[in-house]
């Protein structure tokens, strides 16, 4: 038995340690990084298909089905706009992509709140101790909605948290579901109802103090895409929210 | 009696079973880590056009240069690095986040099977990165400066994080001219979640790049890929004209005629195509909104994954535009071998 548990430890894949109280702790308490604060997207890859909205059609890097690009051709901001969904690119497969900061807090001590002043969107990661898309599902069986429902979990990495004093290391591994249908580019490349969001959550902290948090997102959809569509996302802390600048949802900017 | 024998039993018997499992705990390493050998595909789901059929020309957009390093990108020709003199320099050590093929990882161990050094080889490295995690100090900043530089490595966690100095001045990124001084620092974080690893660079230059920056990218492990392996570079005259001529292809400052190319292309801001570090924060946007209108239509590399892999344009009336490939594309191909029957 404990050759089995050093040897998950090792593999960095074992659960946070239990409380004192026998209870496991709170996702808060069990963090082995803050996430917290506001947080900014550097745009130094795809810049003129995430900065810009590039000309209908351009939807180069994107693994669309034959019928996601059907769809991506028919694409139609004012058709958008009188149907009141300016936030078809804002929901959470496509605003990780934005141009946007993120203000990160714990709601509570197991829902992490990611606020986006792009779009001035809400994601809740809510951490259960299991993270798939069956638990995803279960947890919110009700309507669909631009930022869907997501599960998370910690996933402790080796080498930390063993013996007093030694760093903690680790990462957040999310599963997004019921997303109401949405656009991966703002010019109306889909993604639909029946897609998944797996997201791993690492921060980097370098020796001059900056910070990085890494959003390994991977967005599959058995309608719209032919394989999972693969990227990562980095965004550099800030000292505060003086840059924080809320903006509405725009179907065509 | 009998019970005090017994009970000294379980005793040794505990002394035994802590002393196997003690040794057990010291042999797993202290700071064991993830697995990182094997050969990895880039997944090229992000800057498609740098790292597949090329990027633009006068293409700056992303990144943070400095005035410097604008106008030396500026002087740039892609005859220039066609001369054979300049057909085998070296890459940048992390060139592989630009580049269209994937990498092999491999560890060095001692004779007490403690990892020495990571290696890695891929696409366009002229040389072996080599990863030393044994703690070595860092050589004199006279020392020599090589094409894979000299790198040393920790882990933190799951992550793997480098310091690279030592390096070479390059090209990096889009083969268009964007310099690399031997100054580079590149701080490089390697984290391994399931089958995919990310490669988090942060590059700093103090002669061409105003603020560090930053690029993301993911790789997926691939057994079956044999991705990596270090290719040999031959030249060979690959413009006559230019043959013992003793002419360096460049263009004059002020006179490149594809510096306003994503300008007029794209109708891009000339901060924004020209990689002024403002252009890589949302409130840029401000700037832009008002000026920017996207183009008509998509002119290039607009199908990506459908028409590369053959498939028509998904349905009819598509304006799927293939960028030039001509008979190249596997569409307008097949239409072509169609009609010769």
Not at chain 1, 151 to 166: E, F, K, L, S, Y
Not at chain 1, 170 to 190: A, C, D, E, F, H
Not at chain 2, 296 to 303: D, I, L, N, P, Q
Request: hydrophobic letters at 35%; aromatic letters at 10%; glycine letters at 10%.
């Amino acid at each position: 038995m404990a050759v089995l548990a050093l040897n998950v430890s090792a593999q960095g894949r074992g659960a946070a340690p239990a409380g004192r109280a026998g209870g496991p702790p709170s996702a808060r308490a069990a963090a082995p990084f803050d996430p917290t604060g506001y947080w900014v997207a550097i745009i130094s890859e795809d810049w003129r298909w995430r900065m810009v909205t590039p000309a209908k059609g351009d939807v180069v890097s994107i693994p669309l089905s034959p019928e996601g690009l059907r769809v991506a051709e028919a694409w139609d901001p004012a058709k958008d706009e009188a149907a009141g969904e300016q936030c078809k690119a804002y929901g959470a497969a496509g605003l990780m992509r934005g141009p946007t900061r993120l203000h990160i807090t714990w709601q509570d001590d197991n829902t992490l709140k990611i606020e986006s002043d792009y779009g001035q969107q809400t994601r809740l990661l809510r951490f259960t101790g299991v993270s798939g898309a069956s638990e995803a599902g279960r947890a919110g069986a009700g309507a669909k909605t631009w930022q869907g429902v997501t599960t998370a979990q910690w996933v402790m990495a080796a080498g930390g948290g063993r013996g007093r004093g030694g760093a903690r290391h680790g990462s957040i591994k999310s599963v997004t579901t019921q997303m109401r249908p949405g656009y991966l580019r703002k010019n109306g490349v889909p993604y639909s109802d029946r897609a998944t969001m797996t997201e791993y959550w690492d921060l980097h902290t370098e020796t001059n103090g900056d910070q990085y948090l890494v959003d390994t997102n991977v967005v599959d959809d058995p309608v719209y895409l032919q394989t999972p569509w693969i990227t990562s996302l980095h965004f550099k802390k800030e000292k505060d929210g003086s840059k924080w600048d809320p903006s509405t949802c725009d179907a065509r900017f | 009696m009998g019970s005090l024998n017994l009970r000294r039993e379980v005793l040794a018997m505990r002394r035994i079973v802590f002393l196997a499992f003690g040794a057990l705990a010291m042999s797993v390493p202290a700071f064991a880590q993830i697995e990182l050998t094997g050969s990895y595909s880039p997944i090229l789901y992000e800057d498609y056009i740098e790292r597949g059929p090329g990027s633009d020309l006068g293409d700056f957009t992303g990144m943070p240069m400095t005035d410097e390093g604008r106008a030396k990108a500026l002087l740039y020709t892609s005859n220039l690095p066609s001369t054979v003199e300049r057909q085998c320099l070296a890459q940048a050590p992390w060139v592989l986040q630009y580049r269209p093929l994937g990498m092999r990882i491999w560890s060095e161990v001692d004779k007490d099977d403690k990892v020495v050094a990571w290696k890695i080889e891929g696409d366009y490295l002229r040389d072996t990165l080599t990863i030393w995690m044994d703690g070595r100090p860092e050589p004199s900043p006279n020392a020599l400066s090589t094409a894979a530089g000299f790198s040393t490595g920790k882990w933190e966690g799951d992550t793997l994080t480098v310091r690279t100095t030592h390096v070479k001045t390059t090209w990096i990124r889009r083969g268009n001219g964007i310099p690399a001084s031997d100054q580079t620092t590149y701080w490089v974080h390697l984290t391994r979640h399931d089958d995919l690893l990310t490669v988090v660079t942060i590059q700093e230059d103090p002669f061409y790049l105003s603020e560090p920056h930053v690029v993301s990218r993911v790789f997926k492990f691939d057994p079956r890929a044999n991705q990596g392996g270090r290719s040999i570079c031959n030249t060979a005259n690959e413009i006559p004209r230019l043959e013992d001529s003793g002419i360096v292809p460049h263009y004059l400052p002020g006179q490149n005629p594809e510096a306003d190319f994503m300008m007029r292309t794209y109708n891009l801001p000339k901060e924004a195509a020209l990689g002024y570090a403002e252009s890589l924060y949302p409130e840029y946007r401000h700037k832009l909104k008002g000026v920017y209108t996207p183009p008509a239509s998509c002119g290039r590399y607009c199908c990506g994954w459908i028409e590369r892999q053959g498939l028509p344009g998904a349905a009819p009336g598509l304006s799927c535009n293939d960028g030039g490939l001509g008979e190249l594309n596997p569409v307008v191909k097949g239409k072509q071998d169609e009609g010769k029957k």
